[in-house]
């Protein structure tokens, strides 16, 4: 049984991000907690921190040169294929994604230099694109 992908309302966030790696265990910086989205995440392999490009410190590793797409309203648990809606037209566009998750709602990054294509297959999938 196929299912069609639900139709969404995408947000684009005004600034560019970054996302960093420290070491795991490594205590959270204080400039990965600034900004409008951030994101710090802890595993046995690593500390990763989304956040504001600008914040990041020239010495860090990480790939800058990201721009957040923000899908709007809040999201039902219930709800399912949000991130499939979002990811299969940009796989097939062979752009590369990032994706941020949140308790209301998800957060999908492109890289800056495929922006517009990023906006046009989403588009092109039936959804709302608020640049």
């Not at 960093?20 to 995440?41: C, M, N, Q, Y």
């Not at 500390?47 to 957040?68: E, F, G």
């Not at 990054?109 to 608020?130: C, D, F, M, S």
Request: hydrophobic share 50%; charged share 20%.
């Amino acid at each position: 049984m196929t299912t069609s992908a639900p139709e969404l309302r995408l947000e684009l966030l005004p600034d560019e991000y970054a996302m960093s790696r420290l070491d795991a265990g490594s205590a959270i910086p204080e400039w990965a907690l600034k900004g409008p989205l951030w994101s710090v995440t802890s595993t046995v392999e690593e500390l990763s921190i989304v956040c504001l490009a600008r914040q990041v410190p020239p010495n860090t590793r990480r790939s800058s040169d990201w721009r957040a797409f923000r899908v709007a309203g809040q999201l039902d648990f219930s709800v399912t294929g949000i991130l499939l809606a979002i990811a299969t037209p940009l796989a097939q566009a062979k752009i590369s994604i990032f994706a941020v998750s949140t308790f209301d709602t998800d957060y999908v990054l492109v890289p800056l230099a495929q922006l517009e294509n990023a906006a046009a297959a989403l588009r092109a999938a039936g959804h709302e694109v608020q640049a």
